[in-house]
């Protein structure tokens, strides 16, 4: 199976800073990642995934880079903003999976 | 426009009421899904279903139960013998992935269903 973790439950910044969300996995065989951004009261929200063929994709705003090597994760965050402020979540997928794991999600504060 | 409507968006459960959470989608999407979130805690998966009629058990289906009768709806029903319900209860549906293969495809969600006991 898949395990998949994110690094800090918190992370505070300031804004217009940049914003860096790390989030672990387990089975070296996981072949697609998505990032989700979970407001206050509302389910998941679907902002950018990658495939294991990729090292890196641009969103808006948004980068995710993964380094398989590591088992490792990011989703970075372009001067970040008060209505960036979410729980962030990673989930991946094993190859052969039909079902993404998730992790616990970080918090992400934003201090204007 | 398309999307996923979770409802009610608050219910309160009786001891030993069974209660159906409704789910429906209009994204054409094949595959459904319905995850329980405790706070502080990730997702957890308590049922899916890939076509109409038919369905699997997540990893925490004991007290649950769906039925999957059409391609847009896929209800959820707390029942009596779960006992600890009162949790934030997801809905979510995918496309098929790319040449049939099932899973490279983001899940889309709704806004939940807080579940509460009276």
């Known amino acids: 199976g898949e395990s998949v973790g994110l690094h800090l439950p918190t992370l505070s910044v300031q804004e217009g800073d940049n914003s860096i969300i790390n989030c672990a996995y387990s089975?070296?065989?996981?072949?697609?990642f998505i990032w989700y951004k979970q407001e206050s009261g509302k389910g998941p929200q679907f902002i950018i995934d990658?495939?294991?063929?990729?090292d890196k994709r641009q969103g808006q705003r948004v980068t995710v880079l993964l380094n398989k090597t590591v088992k490792h994760l990011s989703l970075q965050i372009a001067a970040t903003q008060p209505g960036d402020s979410a729980v962030y979540f990673c989930?991946?997928?094993?190859?052969?999976?039909?079902?993404?794991?998730f992790g616990r999600g970080t918090s992400l504060i934003v201090h204007p | 426009d398309g999307g996923i409507t979770q409802s009610p968006k608050y219910l309160f459960r009786k001891e030993g009421q069974n209660v159906t959470l409704s789910c429906e989608q209009n994204?054409?999407?094949?595959?459904m899904y319905w995850y329980r979130q405790d706070p502080g805690q990730g997702l957890r998966l308590i049922y899916y279903?890939?076509?109409?009629?038919?369905?699997q058990k997540g990893d925490i289906a004991e007290g649950y139960s769906v039925s999957r009768e059409k391609k847009e709806s896929f209800p959820l029903t707390v029942t009596s013998a779960q006992k600890n319900p009162t949790a934030f209860y997801l809905c979510?549906?995918?496309?098929?992935?790319?040449?049939?293969?099932?899973?490279?495809?983001?899940?889309?969600f709704g806004d939940g269903t807080r579940l509460s006991i009276l």
């Open positions: 279903s890939q076509i109409v009629n038919d369905f």
């Open positions: 989930a991946g997928k094993s190859g052969g999976s039909y079902i993404p794991t």
């Open positions: 994204l054409n999407h094949d595959a």
């Open positions: 979510a549906s995918s496309l098929r992935g790319d040449r049939g293969q099932w899973g490279n495809q983001p899940q889309h």
């Open positions: 990658i495939r294991s063929n990729m």
């Open positions: 089975n070296s065989a996981s072949d697609y």
